[in-house]
């Protein structure tokens, strides 16, 4: 492209050759006279002579040209086909980038670093993420990008672009996006801002995370919570404690905890079969949350075994609301999936810090003993843990 750029224009090409030629023309007339003149005297020869030089330089400068308008030629043709090939390379170029644009699974765009993102080009892909067509996202004519953005997104989309663009460097942003029909998806955006002229511009792509993000809030509700129950597992629960244990020791409050166990589950599953024996632990479960407060806590630590934390609640308390809970099991009928109800009898150990024990494991300890106490002394009861000089040497 320099060096087209550096050619003379066809008017200067063509003076230069006219020129070149009248001064050519004018020195071979005028030496060539005089050498002649000056070595023939006969008139009738200088004639002839005359007549053969001027056919000369007529066939000279004629082949002259001739090689000149041939070489101009071939280097016309050569950069002909060479701007063909370009612009059909081009060409190519500009298709196999409409065929990725199309084929992308997401949307590539490039917009204006502005508070509306005014969208300058969009690829196909719009129209299947956002249900808008490119055409109506383009300078804003139905709506702009941003507004599109979830509000609860927007603050930290903005800072994620703008601490990128500050430092030069490529942004990866995860936020939701409500669609033409009102549906919320996420998505996750790559690209980066350059200069355009003066302007600057963002440039990336855009595309449909929804089904990774559900499957991490999957993944994330089963790291804490039991899968047939629902409730907090054993983990989240043993979390829990810790951060109430941690709470009230720093403030000088209790905590109660109650350890909880069905009475002759086992028949439930040998009659009924181990489909029942999980309906029977999902609906208790639903009793049990139904009989709390709404700060307390209730977990599966595993089989037909559950806990509830209850804070700052003290002996007396922790004893009052373990025997509501006791009782509405008993009194409670538990249906099972054929439409059948099976009577039910739960036994619970209770716990409480500081008395029962100070640190989470302790309490755990002293209310798991506290429940197999209760099933020793025949089921379907509440027994407080050891005295607190026991449950210390214990």
């Not at 060539?32 to 009738?44: G, K, L």
């Not at 806590?297 to 089989?303: C, D, E, I, N, T």
């Not at 100070?358 to 106490?373: F, G, I, Q, T, V």
């Amino acid at each position: 492209m320099r060096d087209l750029k550096k050619r003379h224009t066809p008017l200067q090409r063509s003076v230069a050759i006219v020129v070149i030629y009248l001064c050519a023309g004018w020195l071979w007339i005028t030496f060539s006279d005089a050498v002649a003149e000056a070595w023939i005297s006969d008139t009738r020869m200088l004639s002839r002579i005359q007549t053969w030089k001027g056919l000369l330089f007529v066939l000279v400068t004629g082949g002259v040209l001739f090689a000149v308008l041939l070489a101009q030629f071939r280097k016309d043709c050569n950069l002909i086909k060479l701007q063909q090939d370009q612009r059909e390379a081009l060409r190519q170029q500009e298709r196999q980038l409409a065929v990725l644009m199309d084929n992308l699974p997401g949307m590539a765009y490039r917009c204006r670093f502005d508070e509306h993102w005014t969208v300058l080009f969009a690829s196909e892909g719009c129209q299947d993420l956002t249900g808008y067509a490119p055409d109506e996202l383009l300078d804003n004519r139905v709506t702009s990008y941003a507004s599109l953005i979830d509000a609860e997104s927007t603050d930290a989309v903005s800072r994620a672009v703008e601490a990128s663009v500050a430092k030069d460097e490529p942004f990866s942003v995860e936020y939701a996006l409500r669609r033409k029909d009102g549906q919320t998806i996420w998505v996750w955006e790559r690209g980066r801002c350059i200069d355009d002229d003066g302007e600057l511009v963002l440039e990336g792509i855009v595309l449909d995370i929804s089904d990774r993000k559900a499957l991490e809030e999957e993944l994330s509700e089963l790291a804490t919570h039991d899968p047939l129950t629902g409730l907090n597992n054993r983990r989240e629960m043993t979390h829990l404690l810790e951060e109430e244990v941690a709470r009230a020791t720093r403030y000088g409050r209790e905590v109660a905890f109650l350890w909880i166990d069905f009475d002759h589950f086992k028949d439930i599953n040998d009659s009924f079969g181990h489909a029942a024996g999980d309906a029977v632990l999902k609906n208790v479960s639903h009793l049990l949350v139904d009989g709390i407060r709404t700060v307390d806590s209730v977990g599966r630590f595993g089989g037909e075994e559950f806990v509830i934390l209850l804070p700052e609640m003290g002996v007396e308390e922790a004893r009052e609301a373990a025997e509501r809970l006791r009782q509405r099991v008993h009194e409670t009928p538990i249906p099972l999936d054929t439409g059948e109800t099976v009577p039910l009898t739960i036994s619970i150990g209770i716990a409480v810090f500081p008395q029962h024990g100070r640190s989470p494991e302790a309490l755990c300890a002293a209310a798991d003993k506290a429940m197999y106490r209760a099933k020793q002394s025949g089921r379907n009861c509440v027994v407080m843990a050891s005295a607190p000089a026991e449950a210390q040497n214990s």
